[in-house]
């Protein structure tokens, strides 16, 4: 297969005909269910050829190859029916028992849906996706790359920013928090599963024995609310390797009481991109502690966060402008992380980092727990030379954290790096909104600071209005004096 680009790009085409699939993330889902189960089917037919002793979990009329495969077979109204009324139903209600694979498309299936209303044109689709073979390894690297374009395309659908953290951000984090072989991580938000794959990339980088990808395949948890970039998360593992993506739930983590969390559950490393800018349902606040209590997602998720890390664990993750200046629980919220954890550094993004799905200002935290907080470092991250903002055409690259990078272990103050210590944080309430001292371009400031400035300003304007008017007095008084 010479042009994944350009395979996708011609389904896409193909659907935008189709009635039911009236929008990206119509569009999304129904691709990933598809995608899924083409993906599945040739990792089965591998395993098949690998494993004398492998069974199949799906029936065989169930089985991609033997409904889908050939391109003269089901089509029209018979592959409507065959998809709505047999495929997805008994997908849905797969007997699962002890069988982790069965258990896994189960999951997957549990909120899927067919929106096409044209099983011509279903037809044209899945001769389309017949057209790549997943396990050669250079269409599937190349569709893994178009698969992330793809996660892009969603932002006309109105929750798209839930779904998609830019790959720079997701790797800068992951690289920092460093990940080792035989530690155990978490992403409590995963959506499609940016952060596990940078992850699984990072650790791979580090083994050298069959037993450290068997270590590899079995590290991590995922757990995502909502069904579409549940499933995306699942195909995007599968592209990259994992056999069996059982380790990523569908559920939605803040349901869970806080204390029902175990210490047996608790994990090494936490990257993650909590959702941020929204409320979660009634009720949910209830299943944390009374001070903690709000319905602000980003603040549950970092109360979590303590809670689940180990002691000498560390976090890394994206926060948004509000959380570091807010009061009230958001500064309780502040007070036990600065008392529990070492919040060691806090990397301040620019504008437009998340564009075009928010234009909220963003931060990366990094910290550690188990000993408290001494002093944090800032580094305020600048826009690339030339540029003003980022776009769907120009967004963050990895590249740009070079500076970062070679700051980390060796740091310094420098025009982007400054550091605050405990007792001027405490001191201001657990502001953490920092502004770098070394830019004398530091933004709209804080409102209790500001206005006594512009009081004063009023006041000297007012002083010297009032000279300037005693002066032409003056010299209108003399002028007349002269005149008579």
Not at 160 to 171: I, N, S
Not at 221 to 246: Q, Y
Not at 361 to 375: A, D, V, Y
Not at 446 to 467: C, M
């Amino acid at each position: 297969m010479s042009n994944v680009s350009t395979l996708v790009k011609s389904i896409q085409n193909i659907m935008r005909k189709d009635a039911g699939t009236y929008g990206d993330a119509q569009r999304l889902e129904q691709l990933g269910w598809m995608f899924f189960l083409k993906i599945f089917d040739d990792r089965e037919k591998e395993l098949e050829l690998l494993r004398d002793d492998y069974s199949s979990p799906l029936a065989p009329e169930l089985r991609w190859c033997n409904w889908a495969a050939d391109e003269e077979g089901l089509t029209g109204e018979g592959l409507l029916d065959f998809v709505n009324n047999t495929l997805l139903p008994r997908l849905k209600n797969l007997a699962v028992g002890a069988d982790r694979v069965a258990a896994l498309v189960r999951t997957a299936f549990e909120d899927a849906n067919n929106y096409m209303k044209k099983g011509t044109l279903m037809r044209q689709v899945i001769n389309k996706i017949n057209g790549i073979d997943f396990n050669a390894s250079d269409d599937r690297h190349l569709f893994g790359d178009i698969y992330e374009k793809l996660l892009k395309d969603l932002q006309s659908a109105g929750n798209a920013g839930e779904f998609y953290t830019p790959r720079a951000v997701t790797q800068f984090i992951v690289e920092q928090v460093d990940p080792r072989l035989g530690e155990t991580v978490l992403d409590p938000a995963c959506g499609t599963g940016g952060f596990l794959v940078c992850t699984i990339e990072h650790l791979r980088r580090q083994a050298r024995t069959a037993e450290d990808e068997r270590t590899i395949q079995e590290c991590f948890t995922g757990i995502e609310k909502k069904h579409l970039p549940h499933i995306l998360c699942m195909t995007n593992l599968m592209l990259h390797g994992i056999d069996v993506p059982a380790g990523v739930r569908h559920d939605n983590t803040l349901a869970r009481p806080l204390r029902d969390w175990t210490r047996q559950e608790r994990v090494d490393v936490i990257v993650t991109n909590p959702p941020f800018g929204g409320m979660e349902e009634d009720g949910i606040e209830a299943n944390f502690p009374a001070e903690f209590r709000t319905r602000e997602t980003a603040d549950l998720f970092l109360v979590l966060l303590m809670k689940l890390l180990k002691p000498g664990g560390r976090a890394g993750l994206v926060l948004p402008d509000g959380t570091l200046f807010g009061e009230g629980v958001k500064t309780r919220i502040k007070e036990t992380l600065l008392t529990e954890c070492n919040l060691h550094t806090i990397v301040r993004l620019p504008n437009g980092v998340f564009n075009p799905y928010t234009g909220i200002r963003t931060n990366l935290l990094f910290f550690t727990k188990g000993q408290p907080t001494t002093e944090i470092w800032y580094y305020e991250h600048p826009y690339p030379p030339g540029a003003k903002s980022y776009n769907k055409t120009k967004p963050i690259r990895i590249e740009e954290f070079a500076p970062e990078r070679a700051w980390w272990h060796k740091r310094e103050e420098n025009a982007f790096a400054w550091r605050v210590d405990i007792e001027t944080i405490r001191a201001g309430g657990f502001n953490l909104d920092s502004k770098n001292p070394h830019n004398s371009d530091t933004g709209p400031g804080d409102v209790e600071q500001l206005l006594p400035e512009y009081e004063k300003l009023l006041s000297q304007i007012a002083a010297t209005r009032a000279k300037l008017k005693a002066e032409l007095h003056q010299a209108l008084t003399a002028t007349r004096g002269a005149g008579e």
